[in-house]
């Protein structure tokens, strides 16, 4: 039985930052509300695929370190992530791993009973663990489990089919902070307040606004787009992560994940354009592996980024793709095929499902997606104990590293800052948190940072909501009673205008109701909006249309040295405006979320520079000013 005036948090989204959200806060003895639009169990994680990354005994004697890891995440991200929170998700995550092993994730182990771990973009070393081709699936399993635990102790309190709609806001100025949500039964329709002194956003990505991507379909970004109207402020819009290597399909594309590159999948195109010979028939010679050509020492495990940008400069600009159109091989048919099954299984099945070939035996046909957003809420966090005196060189595998992997060298342990968002009380965990990845986030880390942020900051939620002078429940009716008429009459207001010519106009023009005011059930979500949006194959020709002379020494030996030029690179091509709109694979017209487009799209500043902070957000132009704890330089 829960006490009247017992302090509470509110925990949106039942993915894996979410449930590691509520168990962690429930744990340390705060009652927790977990609301999901879905069933939790059928969150976006559950089609997580390829592994989570983390060093290891193992990758430790080859030279990685947890300090190799934090380099090559601010590396891939060029600089734009928070390095603090970098620097202790890194040094967190062997820890994570054994606690995820010890709830009983199945990873995948070696011969002599080891994790075994896989290679992933971004990285020469093997640092990710994996459960088959379906991690995502095994990790959200087993904090479902802990999760059903605490909600069978009375600790945690379920409302799945319930949609955010707004979050609740007492007091002005300093004393403004988040003390509840408004939410959406959405079975009945019914929209009510729920009190609680801390609000956690675990709502993930929004890939939806791009139409097609190998996001599922509640993945619209609409909760992350009311905080934002609510006055939370939004870091790195612009920065969605296009995936090299997916299924395009009629409803959605389906992901192909980088663990079959990561396993020995090969990448290539006929060398004559053209070519009309089936895959196999077409000897080695006359194949053209070009990114095994172009960067030998990653070949196809290059950076997302890099990898979809050649792509498009094969398919585009070379006009080389399969049978001249939009699609490239990827090959696992010299390998063995039992260790592909084991390996591998879970994404053969789904390409054989969704595609008719076995990939065992038939090349692949891919071509990139949207697939991640960098972007999100802007959140905050107390620097740890890390503070280098002195600069000292660049690190390089096997070096010693500079900082030992104690607790509470980037973040402060505990500390209720941790990634709150400018509104005090509401925080951002997972996807949804734009801290940790910058302009691109490497394959297997998202799941990582997911895990982390519920497990580290949630604790710092749990003390927020602890050690609060006042909690939610000396919060006047009135002010609940307030934002549910405005909820109430945003829903009223949408169900009278349905089918009216006019508005449907209306609607295409603007695009807000349809893009962010979504309601009901996935099925029923919006119209397609008139006015037409970029699609991704526009958008990431566009961005990487023009190869800039700073690529032949970012791509030296393969590996990318010049860290600012590649970010300058990134800003002189990032589109400016809305280029042409031809839709290839017969895509349908994606929907649109207004405000999550505005954000997307870059802004010049007076100063010249480029950026996309709408509301003037502190964080990426003054984090990137701020210490380098990689060279130890302020
Ligand atoms: C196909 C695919 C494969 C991937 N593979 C990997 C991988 O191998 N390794 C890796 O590191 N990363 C991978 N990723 C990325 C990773 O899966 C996601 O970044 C991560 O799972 C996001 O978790 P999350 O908890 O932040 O959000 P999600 O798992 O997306 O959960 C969001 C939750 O919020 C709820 N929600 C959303 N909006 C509302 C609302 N308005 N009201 C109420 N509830 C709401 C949903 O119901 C859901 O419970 C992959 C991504 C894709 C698309």
């Given amino acids: 039985m829960v006490a009247q005036n017992e302090r509470r948090v509110i925990v949106v989204g039942g993915g894996l930052a979410g449930l590691a959200a509520s168990i962690r806060a429930a744990e340390a003895g705060v009652a927790v509300d977990l609301f999901s639009m879905i069933p939790v169990k059928r969150s976006h994680s559950v089609c997580a695929q390829g592994g989570i990354n983390a060093c290891n005994e193992v990758a430790r004697q080859q030279g990685y370190s947890e300090y190799q890891h934090f380099d090559e995440t601010l590396y891939g991200g060029d600089f734009l992530a928070d390095q603090n929170p970098v620097l202790e998700m890194t040094n967190g995550a062997p820890q994570i791993i054994d606690l995820l092993d010890r709830m009983g994730v199945p990873f995948n182990r070696t011969g002599e009973g080891r994790r075994d771990l896989r290679l992933f973009g971004g990285s020469l070393f093997k640092r990710t663990h994996f459960s088959g081709a379906t991690t995502g699936q095994q990790l959200l399993y087993a904090l479902d489990e802990q999760a059903r635990r605490y909600e069978s102790e009375g600790k945690i309190n379920k409302y799945e089919f319930w949609e955010f709609l707004w979050p609740v806001t007492g007091g002005e100025g300093d004393d403004k902070r988040c003390v509840g949500i408004i939410a959406q039964d959405m079975r009945t329709m019914q929209i009510r307040a729920f009190r609680g002194d801390a609000v956690v956003m675990a709502t993930g990505g929004n890939g939806l606004i791009f139409g097609q991507s ?14 934002y109207q609510a006055g939370a402020r939004y870091g790195n819009g612009e920065m969605i992560q296009v995936h090299p290597t997916t299924i395009p399909g009629a409803d959605k594309c389906r992901l192909m994940s980088e663990s079959a590159r990561g396993e020995g999948g090969r990448v290539w195109v006929p060398r004559k354009p053209g070519d009309e010979r089936a895959p196999m028939s077409i000897p080695e010679a006359e194949r053209l592996y070009f990114l095994e050509e172009k960067y030998p020492a990653y070949g196809n495990l290059v950076p997302r980024d890099i990898a979809t940008r050649e792509i498009f400069d094969i398919c585009v600009n070379q006009n080389m793709g399969i049978d001249g159109g939009n699609m490239v091989y990827l090959d696992l048919t010299h390998m063995d095929p039992d260790y592909l099954t084991r390996k591998l299984g879970g994404i053969l099945d789904i390409y054989e499902k969704f595609a008719g070939d076995d990939p065992r035996h038939t090349p692949m046909k891919i071509f990139p997606a949207v697939h991640y957003t960098m972007g999100g809420l ?34 402060a342990h505990g500390d209720p800052a941790n990634m709150m968002t400018n509104i005090k009380g509401l925080y951002a965990f997972g996807e949804v948190n734009f801290a940790y990845h910058g302009a691109t986030r490497l394959g297997a880390n998202a799941l990582l940072s997911c895990t982390f942020d519920g497990l580290f900051c949630g604790l710092g939620v749990a003390n927020y909501v602890s050690n609060a002078s006042t909690g939610a429940s000396e919060v006047p009716q009135s002010v609940y009673d307030r934002f549910v008429k405005q909820e109430q009459d945003k829903a009223d207001a949408l169900i009278s205008s349905a089918g009216s010519p006019a508005n449907d106009d209306a609607r295409g023009n603007d695009g807000r109701v349809h893009g962010c005011q979504n309601r ?31 690529d032949a020494e970012l791509h030296a030996g393969g590996r990318r040295h ?73």
């Fill in 562 to 634: 010049a860290h600012p030029g590649r970010s300058d690179r990134h800003r002189r091509q990032t589109p400016q405006g809305e280029p042409g709109l031809a839709l290839p694979h017969g895509l349908q017209r994606p929907r649109r979320c207004q405000f999550l487009e505005d954000l997307c799209r870059p802004v010049q500043h007076a100063d010249g520079r480029i950026g996309n902070h709408v509301r003037g957000c502190p964080g990426r132009a003054s984090r990137t000013a701020g210490p380098d704890l990689r060279l130890g330089r302020h």
């Fill in 214 to 227: 190998t996001n599922s379909v509640i993945c619209t970004g609409g909760a992350a787009s009311r905080c």
């Fill in 378 to 411: 802007w959140t905050t966090y107390k620097a740890g104990s890390y503070s280098p005196s002195a600069p000292h060189h660049e690190h390089k595998p096997g070096m010693v590293a500079p900082v030992d992997t104690e607790i509470g060298k980037g973040m």
């Fill in 520 to 550: 009901g059930p996935p099925g029923s979500l919006h119209r397609q909006t008139r006015r037409s949006a970029r699609t991704l194959h526009e958008g990431a020709a566009e961005r990487y249309r023009d190869v800039d002379e700073s």
